[in-house]
Nanobody, 124 residues
Framework: QVQLVESGGGLVQAGGSLRLSCAASGRYAMGWFRQPPGKEREFVASISWSGGSTFYADSVKGRFTISRGNAKGTMFLQMNSLKPEDTASYYC?????????????????????WGQGTQVTVSS
């Protein structure tokens, strides 16, 4: 059973920054999703196993950056210019894939494993 461990959430003022991390050993394409209070879970960003392909939701494009560590076992989400509407529980997800894959995934149903979530709260 794969365990995804997220960290880095917290409380920040609007315009501030946070960096989320997710650790997962193995050959995975990965992504971030979020669930605002009282709303459905939504896609945020995804990255291929190779790290060469990324994709972002329009709502975060230009403000958030997804990346992988050198050993590919860790994924990061750098969140800049945060807005109150970014307030949500953020979830890390992983999908087992083949070596050197450059495919990313945007649908929650495509992922095999999920983290427990980390809370991000942006105050106005």
């Amino acid at each position: 059973q794969v365990q995804l461990v997220e960290s880095g959430g917290g409380l920040v003022q609007a315009g501030g920054s946070l960096r989320l991390s997710c650790a997962a050993s193995g050959r995975y394409a990965m992504g971030w999703f979020r669930q605002p209070p009282g709303k459905e879970r939504e896609f945020v960003a995804s990255i291929s196993w190779s790290g060469g392909s990324t994709f972002y939701a329009d709502s975060v494009k230009g403000r958030f950056t997804i990346s992988r560590g050198n050993a590919k076992g860790t994924m990061f989400l750098q969140m800049n210019s945060l807005k109150p509407e970014d307030t949500a529980s953020y979830y890390c997800a992983a999908k087992l894939t083949y070596p050197s894959s450059s495919t990313y995934y945007t649908a929650a149903g495509e992922y095999d494993y999920w983290g427990q979530g980390t809370q991000v709260t942006v105050s106005s």
